[in-house]
């Protein structure tokens, strides 16, 4: 049994003990702050057996990219640009799935889900965004999987994201009719 909830500033710390023992990627306080401070719908918790054991924090972003609009793959910009002259490159509301992860003895029970669900909604129906999208490292499986089960499509390859030389995949979900 487990709920998924809003975070509290006070989830803060054990929200960064977390990430420490789940990801490379590691944050200030600060960082943590200003995202619950300013786009405190979307950065939740879950809480099992009275602790927290896992997490899922975005912001929203002005994008102009029909990539992270989920409009068009890298290699179909161009293509894009010419067909839709239409194509104004304004600026639209685009969640950031920035971090998520779940404490390892607590995995496969359907947690990750939930918080990337509840992600997907508050970034859909309370942000008005028309995608979300996140970076995730290309040979991260368990994370890739769940993503393409709630319909993310890999979109762009960027190489050397990560501080250790890794490649990143941008992975992006429409919300919206385009
Ligand atoms: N191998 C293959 N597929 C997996 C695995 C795995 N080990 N774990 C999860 N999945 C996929 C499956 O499709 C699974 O569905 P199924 O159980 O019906 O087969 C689906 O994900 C959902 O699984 P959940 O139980 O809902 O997810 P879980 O609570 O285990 O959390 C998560 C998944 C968050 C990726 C977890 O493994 C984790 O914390 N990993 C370490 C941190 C991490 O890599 N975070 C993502 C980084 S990228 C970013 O943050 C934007
Ligand atoms: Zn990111």
């Given at each position: 049994m487990f709920v998924v909830r809003r975070a509290r500033d006070e989830d803060l710390p054990e929200v960064m003990k977390i990430n420490l023992e789940t990801l490379p990627e590691n944050y200030w306080y600060g960082f943590y702050k200003s995202l619950l401070d300013n786009w405190g719908e979307a950065f939740l918790v879950a809480e099992a057996e009275g602790k927290l054991v896992g997490y899922a924090m975005s912001r929203i972003e002005e994008q102009s990219d029909p990539v992270l609009l989920g409009l068009a793959k890298e290699e179909e910009v161009g293509l894009l640009r010419r067909v839709i002259s239409?194509?104004?490159g304004e600026l639209r509301p685009v969640g950031h799935l920035v971090s998520i992860a779940v404490r390892s003895p607590y995995r496969r029970m359907g947690i990750g889900s939930s918080l990337l669900r509840e992600t997907i909604n508050v970034v859909r129906?309370?942000?008005?965004?028309?995608s979300i999208y996140l970076e995730v490292r290309v040979t991260n499986y368990p994370a890739i999987n769940l993503y393409e089960k709630f319909?993310?499509?890999?979109?762009r390859v960027i190489k050397g994201y990560y501080s250790d030389g890794e490649d990143a995949y941008v992975m992006v979900l429409r919300l919206k009719a385009p």
């Amino acid at each position: 049994m487990f709920v998924v909830r809003r975070a509290r500033d006070e989830d803060l710390p054990e929200v960064m003990k977390i990430n420490l023992e789940t990801l490379p990627e590691n944050y200030w306080y600060g960082f943590y702050k200003s995202l619950l401070d300013n786009w405190g719908e979307a950065f939740l918790v879950a809480e099992a057996e009275g602790k927290l054991v896992g997490y899922a924090m975005s912001r929203i972003e002005e994008q102009s990219d029909p990539v992270l609009l989920g409009l068009a793959k890298e290699e179909e910009v161009g293509l894009l640009r010419r067909v839709i002259s239409s194509f104004k490159g304004e600026l639209r509301p685009v969640g950031h799935l920035v971090s998520i992860a779940v404490r390892s003895p607590y995995r496969r029970m359907g947690i990750g889900s939930s918080l990337l669900r509840e992600t997907i909604n508050v970034v859909r129906d309370f942000y008005k965004a028309d995608s979300i999208y996140l970076e995730v490292r290309v040979t991260n499986y368990p994370a890739i999987n769940l993503y393409e089960k709630f319909g993310f499509k890999k979109v762009r390859v960027i190489k050397g994201y990560y501080s250790d030389g890794e490649d990143a995949y941008v992975m992006v979900l429409r919300l919206k009719a385009p």
